[in-house]
């Protein structure tokens, strides 16, 4: 399968006392057609990483192949055949969606209609409205529309839904998955581990400008061990310090990780755990405070590699 | 099909942006047109002088106020010590006048010899004492007061007014609105496209001209319709040093536009260019008030040239081509700036 993105030792270092490393060897192969997730927590390189990516900024060092092509030789046909939003673009304000999509739309030889950009985004009702009049959701699909207008046979999208709220995200979500038919590749930065979960087929998490895991979700959540998890408080000795290591020892807990209010264990079958769980409470002489079960997430994959949660990290 | 070409959409996003922001409007045509009514009645030429003149009181004060009546333009108070000092600290009266005494016949004038109207003061109150003293004149000019179109205040006011606003238009038009769009991150959304960067700078310097003929024919017609002055030079020929003026500083305004995010800073850049053009370039008054050692500066100026070469073909009717320097100054800034400000410029 080819490669739609190819990135290897990919390195940004911001000049400054200190200078700032905010990408240490990143590789990427983003297939061509496929959905594919930067996942990480703020700070972790994403934007650096795709803003190289588009061309916008040059890497210190490592190679980039964009489309089979490099920036350097390149730059004029990358430009015709990407589309892009930045984290957080303001678009003139007192211009019209429809002028502003015409503007974006008259730089690109193959430019396509205003009407179906609106369209896929479902703008259609906004076209005469001013930018200023816009709300978050509309300003944030006004910019998708702006990346779609060149018909782009890449798409990169930063961080599409941070500060929405959550129905403009949900609608958001639903153009996006849009965008991925007809063969066109897409690469979203995100903090979000749900959005990641609901539009990536595969995800890297990055970490302090590196990988440190890369596959679809669900590889990411089995390599887990469980697709559960189990988490609960104590009312009394239960919890002290070093109680994880017990808990690792029940019957079907493949981890077992102290959280700030508890703990949460990675199980693979519930109804074999939680019975465990109790009679080792009545061990203790403890109590559980509260017991709750869920699917395990992508949260609980970066949680595990880095012992941080992405939305605190 | 022309309206789908890159620059004409950039060039009407910009005009659009501007026709929809009616304090831009404000300051690009009406605070000129202001500047021109309020000055031009403050300087009126038919208003007559008025010399402020306080008489310190005392034996000979009433005989002494006398001798300088409203008539002849005096507006003469008889002061004791303490109020008359205040007056002329505080510029309320020009000169000050200790009538004579038996001891002393010749009046005492206190003044301060660096104000001009306190010259002017000392000189006409003499006079007027000398003939109340019975002096005979011999010689007695006859006064032809000059209010032709030309030679007015009005008249020297409106070229540089015209010249003021090329020069804050394309500094604030260029520089302040690039730096606002990479401020809200459309620049280096725009470096994303496939767009040519000679379109996008073509569009904003298409703008400045548009804008800028608007301006001049606004003023020029003010000027002729208000206060009937007549431009002697062609109008193309005045067009020309517009363009040429919209040009340069068009670039000296990219030129303050090429590295900063932040508006406050390029809003802080183009006035520390512009202020001491204000005040030296002769926009309110002569650059050649300036001592001798500095002209050689103020005429490298690019105000200066534009507006003295403005001054030459409104009021004068001087052509392009007996404008040489200016316009070689004018073209110099231009070239420069935009040549280093293509090297400075950055898009994010
Ligand atoms: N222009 C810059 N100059 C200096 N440091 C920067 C610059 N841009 C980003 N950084 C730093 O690089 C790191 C990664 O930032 P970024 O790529 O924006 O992360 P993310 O998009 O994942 O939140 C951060 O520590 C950030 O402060
Ligand atoms: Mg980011």
Redesign the interface.
């Known amino acids: 399968m080819s490669s739609a993105i190819r990135c290897r030792g990919l390195v940004k270092t911001f000049p400054g006392k200190p200078p700032v490393e905010a990408v240490r060897g990143l590789e990427l192969d983003v297939r061509v057609g496929e959905c594919f997730g930067l996942l990480g927590p703020n700070g972790a390189g994403k934007t650096t990483t795709i803003e190289i990516l588009e061309g916008l900024s040059a890497p210190t060092a490592g190679e980039v192949e964009v489309l089979g092509r490099t920036w350097r030789a390149h730059a004029d046909e990358l430009r015709e055949r990407i589309g892009v939003t930045l984290q957080d673009t303001r678009f003139t304000d007192k211009l019209t969606v429809e002028e502003t999509l015409r503007l974006f739309g008259s730089f690109y030889a193959r430019g396509r209609s205003v009407e179906q950009a609106l369209a896929e985004v479902e703008l259609g009702e906004k076209r005469k409205s001013w930018v200023v009049n816009l709300s978050g959701g509309q300003r944030q699909r006004l910019a998708v529309a702006c990346a779609l207008v060149g018909e782009p046979e890449l798409l990169f999208l930063d961080e599409p839904t941070t500060g929405l709220d959550p129905q403009s995200r949900r609608q958001l979500w639903d153009v996006v998955r849009k965008l991925k038919h007809g063969g066109r590749t897409v690469l979203l930065t995100t903090h979000y581990m749900d959005e990641a979960e609901k539009l990536c087929e595969r995800v890297a998490i990055v970490d302090h400008g590196r990988v440190i895991a890369l596959g679809s979700p669900a590889e990411l959540i089995r390599s887990l061990g469980g697709d559960h998890v189990v988490e609960f408080s104590f009312e009394g000795p239960g919890g002290a310090g070093g109680a994880e290591t017990e808990l690792a020892r029940l019957a079907g807990v493949r981890a077992a990780r102290a959280e700030a209010d508890g703990f949460a264990l990675t199980v693979g079958e519930p109804h074999v755990t939680i019975p465990a769980l109790l009679a080792h409470a009545e061990a203790t002489g403890s109590a559980l405070a509260r017991l709750a079960t869920r699917q395990a997430s992508l949260e609980d994959v970066f949680v595990t590699l880095t012992g941080r949660h992405l939305r605190d990290a | 099909m022309l309206d789908?070409?890159?620059f004409?959409?950039?060039f009407?996003?910009r005009l659009?942006?501007l026709a929809?922001?009616p304090g831009v409007l404000f300051w690009i045509f009406g605070f000129p047109l202001m500047l021109a009514i309020g000055l031009g009645f403050a300087f009126r030429g038919e208003q007559a002088v008025i010399v402020d003149v306080a008489v310190l009181d005392g034996p000979r004060a009433a005989e002494c106020a006398a001798a300088l009546p409203a008539d002849l333009g005096f507006r003469a108070s008889v002061l004791d010590a303490e109020h008359a000092a205040r007056a002329l600290r505080l510029g309320k009266v020009a000169l000050v006048v200790v009538p004579g005494d038996a001891a002393e016949a010749s009046p005492e004038f206190r003044f301060d010899p660096a104000r001009p109207e306190s010259r002017l003061a000392r000189a006409l109150v003499h006079d007027a004492l000398e003939r109340a003293a019975g002096r005979v004149d011999r010689v007695t000019p006859r006064a032809a007061p000059v209010t032709e179109p030309g030679s007015r205040y009005i008249d020297f006011l409106i070229p540089g007014l015209l010249g003021m606003n090329i020069m804050s238009g394309g500094m604030w038009g260029i520089g302040y609105a690039i730096v606002d769009m990479r401020s809200?991150?459309?620049l280096?959304?725009l470096?994303?496209?496939?767009?040519k960067r000679v379109h996008f700078l073509a569009a904003f310097l298409a703008t400045r001209l548009v804008l800028v003929l608007v301006e001049m024919v606004l003023l020029l017609l003010f000027g002729w319709l208000v206060y009937d002055l007549e431009p002697r030079g062609s109008l193309a020929g005045i067009a020309g040093l517009c363009v040429l003026g919209a040009c340069a500083f068009a670039s000296l305004g990219l030129l303050t536009a090429t590295r900063t995010a932040k508006t406050e800073v390029v809003g802080g850049l183009i006035n520390l260019v512009m202020l001491p053009m204000f005040v030296v370039s002769g926009v309110f008054f002569s650059s050649d008030r300036f001592p001798e050692f500095v002209q050689p500066i103020v005429r490298a100026l690019p105000l200066t040239a534009l507006n003295d070469a403005l001054r030459a073909a409104v009021l004068e009717g001087a052509s392009l081509s007996e404008q040489g320097p200016r316009l070689l100054v004018l073209a110099a800034w231009g070239v420069v700036s935009f040549v280093l400000a293509l090297r400075l410029f950055r898009?994010?």
């Open positions: 789908r070409h890159p004409f959409q950039l009407a996003a659009r942006e929809r922001e809200k991150k459309l280096k959304r470096a994303a496209t496939p767009m898009w994010s």
